[in-house]
């Protein structure tokens, strides 16, 4: 399977007879939009299109407009994202914590975020995929007082403790390592490392601060976790 970083939280997975796309928000470069545009046109197996949550830097609009090309593309959307009428594509879902959707390609479970809208675990083709949106350990210590800082770690512990009662590990985890939270940036994904075990690591939410997304590395990989250290739109991973 291989995973494509498209920018900020947008990746696309690639399986063998399907492909999905997650949280675009926008290319990150020319040759990101030429990819997902021959995909549109050409990709001869099932296309999905996932969005976590309706912040601006998750969900782009122009998505819908993808069904122009592909009228058989089938949308995975969190309950928090409203369209009008008229917009709401044909093959459509929309899902709250806990629940399931599936079809003869992948099982997708929606889990919780400590902002609006859902996490998501994908399966398909062997492989456990976990995309966490904007679930993250939103501390803000510099900013917060101790209590809220308490506040927001227990609400995320019991998220991740929702997500173990699941599953024992994942073979990837796309999570956030966003350098605005300040010098303990890296703190949620830590925790979720310790909790969740993941086979691979990949860091996101992190707009371009690439040094400071992939200083996780060596944490990661302390803890027998591959780290994939992105340094461009466009990179790619097979796991």
Not at 8 to 28: E, M, N, P, R, W
Not at 65 to 84: G, M, T
Not at 110 to 126: P, Q, R
Request: glycine share 6%; net charge negative; with cysteine.
């Amino acid at each position: 399977m291989k995973l494509i970083y498209i920018y900020h939280s947008g990746f696309i997975l690639q399986g063998t007879d399907f492909v999905a796309v997650i949280d675009y928000y926008k290319a990150g470069n020319p040759e990101n939009e030429k990819f997902i545009s021959e995909l549109l046109m050409h990709y001869p197996g099932r296309l999905y299109v996932f969005v976590s949550h309706a912040h601006p830097d998750h969900f782009n609009p122009v998505i819908l407009q993808w069904r122009r090309q592909r009228p058989d593309l089938r949308y995975i959307f969190s309950e928090d994202i409203q369209l009008p009428a008229d917009s709401l594509p044909e093959h459509r879902v929309f899902m709250k914590k806990l629940e399931t959707w599936q079809d003869e390609i992948l099982r997708v479970k929606a889990f919780g975020s400590t902002d609006i809208g859902i996490s998501f675990l994908i399966e398909g083709e062997e492989k456990r995929i976990f995309h966490a949106g904007d679930l993250n350990n939103w501390h803000w210590a510099e900013e917060s007082t101790a209590e809220e800082s308490r506040e927001s770690e227990d609400h995320f512990l019991r998220e991740l403790d929702c997500l173990a009662g699941e599953v024992e590990q994942v073979d990837m985890a796309l999570f956030p390592v966003d350098p605005r939270l300040g010098k303990d940036y890296m703190r949620g994904a830590c925790q979720f490392i310790d909790r969740i075990h993941p086979r691979w690591f990949a860091p996101m939410h992190f707009w371009e601060k690439y040094g400071k997304a992939n200083a996780l590395r060596k944490y990661a990989e302390e803890r027998g976790c591959r780290f994939v250290a992105w340094t461009h739109p466009g990179q790619y991973v097979e796991f």
